[in-house]
């Protein structure tokens, strides 16, 4: 096997279509391309169906200080820790739009942290945020923000502006990013969309902890405890309240009592034998992330492939792709 590295997905989807490559990963965008092509150019388009990735929309939750200073604009701060704000921007997404436009009806909207193949995924009995502008609107009124003319204004008048990051040349999330600006311009609020180099998006994320909101992604296999690096309050990856890592030193850390909570649940499932038992308590801690918002989820593409008809043997599924049952994988040159 030979594993070249290409600077772009353009340029992966050149060395495929050309011959260059035997199996790449196909995307909404090059889906029609792909799939029309697939007889002259002896490959086999596969649809593993939900995706085990999640992408997300994150707030930064975290009251601390780094030096003496917030690492949230302490006015921003007082938006995104507010659960309301969280769940007027979530009902004031319109993910069907997404999924249409964005992902050309080739995926599907996500309502849970834990990816639909797993055996605790709850089918059922979350709170939902389907699109509904006047229900984000009344939220937002409830929580004590006003509207000045058609912008968004905290209580003490300060307009409600944050900066939303993504990384550049991810066009799923580049393309989410930009909806996700114009949905919210809908309920008042300006958000500064700024797609940026992934390294920089991670050292934002890990070590100076200044960021004010993410699209990202991560992969959530049918176990959920892989993932539990994401939730518990120690956690390495745990976006929306990240404890210090590096050399900076963070003061003033707030662990909120849901987060703690779902933590909690998190070490509890690892450590309980009985499959009843385990299944409610993964379904509690899809139910407090769902009401509290710490991950806005939006919509996750099919896992998608194609794949050169003289590799046989190809069961592709969306846990393992085209390569999980790589030994019995058969190369006949025709």
Request: charged share 20%; aromatic share 12%.
């Amino acid at each position: 096997m030979i594993w070249p590295v290409v600077s772009s997905q353009d340029s992966q989807f050149v060395s495929f279509r050309s011959g260059d490559s035997d199996l790449m990963a196909v995307t909404p965008d090059n889906f029609s391309l792909i799939k029309q092509d697939e007889e002259q150019g002896n490959y086999t388009e596969y649809n593993g169906g939900p995706p085990t990735t999640r992408l997300f929309l994150t707030f930064n939750l975290n009251k601390g200080s780094i030096d003496g200073k917030p690492v949230v604009d302490p006015v921003k701060s007082s938006w995104f820790t507010k659960k309301e704000f969280r769940q007027a921007v979530a009902y004031a997404i319109d993910r069907e739009t997404m999924l249409n436009n964005i992902f050309k009806g080739l995926g599907e909207m996500q309502n849970s942290q834990i990816a639909p193949q797993s055996p605790y995924y709850a089918e059922s009995g979350l709170p939902i945020y389907d699109y509904d502008i006047e229900a984000a609107k009344e939220l937002l009124l409830s929580a004590g923000f006003s509207y000045q003319g058609d912008r968004l204004v905290d209580e003490a008048g300060n307009r409600v502006r944050f900066t939303l990051q993504t990384n550049v040349g991810n066009k799923t999330r580049e393309f989410a990013g930009a909806q996700i600006k114009q949905n919210l311009g809908l309920i008042g609020i300006t958000v500064d969309f700024q797609p940026i180099d992934f390294n920089k998006l991670i050292t934002n994320i890990g070590d100076s902890l200044q960021w004010d909101a993410i699209v990202l992604g991560f992969g959530a296999g049918v176990e959920p405890n892989s993932s539990a690096n994401l939730w518990l309050t120690n956690g390495g990856l745990l976006f929306f309240n990240q404890d210090s890592m590096g050399e900076l030193q963070l003061t003033g850390r707030q662990v909120y009592d849901w987060e703690q909570k779902i933590s909690d649940l998190y070490i509890q499932a690892a450590q309980e034998l009985d499959e009843e038992k385990r299944k409610a308590l993964y379904f509690e801690t899809q139910r407090l992330v769902q009401e509290n918002l710490p991950f806005i989820h939006l919509v996750g593409q099919y896992s998608m492939s194609a794949v050169r008809n003289k590799i046989e043997n190809v069961e592709y599924t969306a846990l393992g792709g085209t390569l999980w049952n790589i030994q019995e994988l058969k190369i006949t040159e025709n």
